[in-house]
């Protein structure tokens, strides 16, 4: 299946992206505002000329208006990622964030007329189960355990996520890909504009160290965003989104080994501690999410 290709190349582009976001934030940027400003009038810019070539038919109304929320709590689930995503390691955030299709499943039972059974509600568990246990670390003796401040701010992204997933769905029953990703992007950009254009942040943004290097980087990164989102939503028309929203999941493996790869051999780009406890717990609650979502994806 075509949409299976498809939503593995996202997975794979927007791990790439998540750990350039990351570098950004904490070795670049000086504040989240500064860096969600360059990244809204990419956006803007590419979903206008986008819009302009792919127009969507006029009496579309109510999947135009379900794309144009899926966007707006995009924009607004980025914003609380990205916040989180300044102060952690990607690779503890991106699993949480993947827990999104316990959230599809649930509502699709009542929006899209699916039936959960048992076999669904153990990958659920299972997932959850991931999604907490990557989100634990030690204190700095080393020997209690906790859950990062922002765990409950992820679980929320998750579920604005998984609402714009089902949203989606229902858009692209109607609208092509192309048009959802041009709405998608301009809803996404006034978001992020909204939050980060002030005068405080183009001071920012004038006084960087290296701003031609630093502001090409981001405009870059972001250009491989449209590419993931644009096989997401390719994937969304394609398949039932259930099991698309399921297979989506993979990015936390791939963030992981890209994330230790990077650690390994170019530690000035991603600030993962790799200790040994680390990369067994990592490892343990990957292979656990997994697990939940193979049985989501059997189930179906």
């Known amino acids: 299946m075509v949409w299976i290709i498809a939503i593995l190349a996202s997975a794979a582009v927007m791990s790439i992206t998540n750990i350039t976001d990351s570098h950004l934030l904490s070795k670049k940027m000086p504040s989240l505002a500064a860096y969600l400003l360059p990244i809204g009038m990419t956006h803007l810019v590419i979903g206008s000329i986008m819009l302009a070539v792919f127009s969507f038919p006029a009496d579309a109304v109510l999947p135009v208006l379900a794309a144009i929320g899926t966007g707006l709590?995009?924009?607004a689930a980025a914003i609380l990622v990205l916040n989180t995503?300044?102060?952690?390691?990607?690779?503890?955030?991106?699993?949480?964030?993947?827990?999104?299709p316990i959230f599809v499943a649930l509502l699709s039972v009542p929006l899209l007329g699916e039936a959960v059974g048992l076999q669904d509600w153990l990958g659920i568990l299972l997932t959850v189960a991931g999604?907490?246990?990557?989100?634990?670390?030690?204190d700095g003796n080393g020997r209690k355990v906790k859950l990062q401040k922002s765990f409950i701010l992820?679980?929320?992204?998750?579920?604005?996520?998984a609402i714009s997933n089902v949203s989606s769905k229902y858009a692209l029953e109607t609208i092509s890909?192309?048009?959802?990703?041009?709405?998608?992007s301009i809803c996404c950009a006034i978001v992020h504009l909204l939050?980060?254009?002030r005068k405080t942040t183009f001071g920012e943004l004038k006084n960087l160290k290296q701003p031609?290097?630093?502001?090409?980087?981001?405009?870059?990164?972001?250009?491989?965003v449209c590419v993931g989102v644009l096989l997401s939503f390719f994937a969304v028309e394609k398949?039932?989104?259930?099991?698309?929203?399921?297979?989506?999941?993979?990015?936390?493996?791939?963030?992981?080994?890209i994330a230790v790869t990077l650690s390994r051999f170019f530690p000035g780009v991603v600030d993962e501690r790799l200790t040994r406890g680390t990369v067994i717990l990592k490892f343990s609650a990957i292979a656990i999410i997994i697990g939940g979502v193979t049985l989501l994806t059997l189930a179906i």
């Open 73 to 75: 709590i995009n924009g």
């Open 85 to 100: 995503m300044r102060q952690g390691e990607v690779s503890r955030i991106i699993p949480v964030i993947s827990s999104s």
């Open 131 to 138: 999604a907490i246990l990557v989100s634990i670390q030690r």
């Open 154 to 161: 992820l679980v929320a992204a998750s579920l604005m996520y």
């Open 177 to 184: 890909f192309w048009t959802m990703f041009s709405l998608n």
């Open 195 to 197: 939050y980060s254009a």
């Open 212 to 224: 031609t290097r630093t502001l090409g980087m981001t405009v870059a990164n972001q250009c491989i």
């Open 239 to 257: 398949g039932p989104i259930s099991l698309v929203s399921a297979v989506a999941n993979i990015r936390p493996a791939f963030v992981f080994l």
